[in-house]
């Protein structure tokens, strides 16, 4: 991670979405795959699939949270807890394949960078905005990092 203390807030959700979130599945594909189960099993999940539909929900409820709070509405998610959040997206990609995964993982990472690279000092400053894409960008990268494992 570059050295963020010295970053504004959009340069360090930007930062963390490039440099440690960018080349995450790269890195977990350089592990051996009884390391990436050891690994998935640790973060929580059954296995590598899993682990990465959870990345990719979260990110996706949080491009929702903003597109709401940018229209100055408020956003009330359908599910009761973090559990069921879970379960509902395991469960909605139980057939699909790790390849497809990996694919829309990149895909909803680049739309939230692209999210992220528009949005106004103001909007930034909204801490219903900033507080979604601070959990689910850099905590989230923090709770599950990569480079440790290597």
């Known amino acids: 991670m570059t050295e963020q203390s010295r ?37 929580g999940y ?9 990345i990719g929900g979260w990110w996706r409820a949080t491009l929702e949270a903003i597109q709401a709070f940018r229209t100055g509405n408020s956003y ?15 469960q909605e990609y139980r057939d699909v394949s790790l390849e497809q995964v990996e694919r829309e993982l990149e895909d909803v990472r680049i739309r939230l960078r692209g ?24 905590r989230q990268y923090d709770e599950h990092p990569l480079d440790s494992q290597q």
Do not use: C, M
Not at 15 to 21: A, P, S
């Open 76 to 90: 009330a998610p359908d599910w009761k807890d973090d559990a069921e959040f879970e379960q509902r997206g395991i």
């Open 7 to 43: 970053l504004t807030p959009q340069e360090e959700l930007l930062d963390t979405l490039d440099e440690d979130w960018g080349g995450y599945v790269q890195r977990l594909h350089a592990l051996s795959e009884e390391e990436q189960r050891q690994f998935a099993e640790a973060q």
């Open 115 to 138: 999210v992220i690279s528009e949005l106004t000092t103001e909007e930034l400053e909204n801490r219903d905005i900033y507080g979604w894409l601070y959990r689910t960008v850099v």
């Open 46 to 54: 059954a296995d590598t699939k899993d682990f990465l539909v959870h």
